[in-house]
Each structure stands twice: as structure tokens, then as C-alpha cells.
Nanobody, 114 residues
Framework: QVQLVESGGGFVQIGESLRVSCAATGSIVNRRMDWYRQAAGQQRELVATMYSSGSTYYADSVKGRFTISRDNAKNTVYLQMNSLRPEDTAVYYC?????????WGQGAQVTVSS
């Protein structure tokens, strides 16, 4: 089992940056890690993925602005968000699949004000 705890959310202005973190209680080394987000009244959507190989995937809406990274020594995954827009406002969740089960964090609220 693993527990995921997000931190670093907040309230920012258009064009500003924010980094959200996802700390795992267990080892996530070599595990695929995903960042999702869910805006009010919307379905949860995949934003970024880091595969065990180190390669990455980004949704078109965030490509070039967001960067996913990980620190294996700290069992932590990050999502650096630059040039934030009002449409990036959402609760951001990290997720890892272990043993056929998906583990989610509690979420971090990110609000971008115009």
C-alpha cells in the first residue's frame, strides 16, 4: 500500500507559476505517476504522466507550460505549472497504480484569478 499527500496548491494571478508536490509514504521508484485535475462540475482529466522509463506525457492543454518531475530519494513527484490560466483552476490529484489498484491523494486546490 501507499499513501499520497499533495501540497503546494494556492491562489495565483494569470501568468504566474505554482508547483504542486505529491509525497508518497511508500516507494514509488520505477512506478508510473500521473497528475489529474478536476474542475468544478467537470470530469477528472489526465494532465501529465511520468513513466518508469522517465519519459513523459502531457495533455495538449498544458503542453509547454507544465512539467512533471520526480525525486526518487524523497518519494515525491512534482508538477511545475507556469503561465497559469483561469482554465487551469481545479483540484489537482496525483495517482499511482500498485498491484492493480489505483491510489489517489486528497487533492490540492489551484485557483487562477483573472
Amino acid at each position: 500500500q501507499v499513501q499520497l499527500v499533495e501540497s503546494g496548491g494556492g491562489f495565483v494571478q494569470i501568468g504566474e507559476s505554482l508547483r504542486v508536490s505529491c509525497a508518497a509514504t511508500g516507494s514509488i521508484v520505477n512506478r508510473r505517476m500521473d497528475w489529474y485535475r478536476q474542475a468544478a462540475g467537470q470530469q477528472r482529466e489526465l494532465v501529465a504522466t511520468m513513466y518508469s522509463s522517465g519519459s513523459t506525457y502531457y495533455a495538449d492543454s498544458v503542453k509547454g507550460r507544465f512539467t512533471i518531475s520526480r525525486d526518487n530519494a524523497k518519494n515525491t513527484v512534482y508538477l511545475q505549472m507556469n503561465s497559469l490560466r483561469p482554465e487551469d483552476t481545479a483540484v489537482y490529484y496525483c495517482m499511482v497504480e500498485l498491484g492493480g489498484r489505483d491510489y489517489w491523494g486528497q487533492g490540492a486546490q489551484v485557483t487562477v484569478s483573472s
